[in-house]
């Protein structure tokens, strides 16, 4: 069983970065692992995954050139260094874990496993 637990969020202004991490638990290399975020009012959607060496990575237009996702399988952590933050960034955010075959990902694909999510807030 893998558990998620994401940290990180804040209140940041417009142009400023934020760090999120997720600690995982139960966790092995054979999970490609995605970042996902909730907007108030909006469907959850899939910005960025990486694959389960962490050489295959993807991420959705909004966030290519801001955002960068890696992974520290020694330590079972993912991160989301988010750069160029936009008030329309502003969301909740979570990790989330799928077992794959392969070194591969996709962030529109189904994923088994999610962290509790934690808020990120982009404002004046």
């Known amino acids: 069983q893998v558990q998620l637990v994401e940290s990180g969020g804040g209140l940041v202004q417009p142009g400023g970065s934020l760090r999120l991490s997720c600690a995982a638990s139960?966790?092995?290399?054979?999970?490609?692992l995605g970042w996902f975020r909730q907007a108030p009012g909006k469907d959850r959607e899939g910005i960025s995954c990486?694959?389960?060496?962490?050489?295959?990575?993807r991420y959705v237009e909004s966030v290519k050139g801001r955002f960068t996702i890696s992974r520290d399988n020694a330590k079972n952590m993912l991160y989301l260094q988010m750069n160029s933050l936009k008030p329309e960034d502003t969301a909740v955010y979570y990790c989330?874990?799928?077992?794959?075959?392969?070194?591969?990902?996709?962030?529109?694909?189904?994923?088994?496993?999610w962290g509790q999510g934690t808020q990120v807030t982009v404002s004046i």
């Open positions: 989330a874990a799928v077992r794959s075959l392969y070194n591969y990902c996709s962030p529109y694909a189904s994923y088994d496993y």
């Open positions: 139960g966790f092995t290399t054979d999970y490609a």
């Open positions: 990486i694959g389960r060496s962490g050489a295959y990575i």
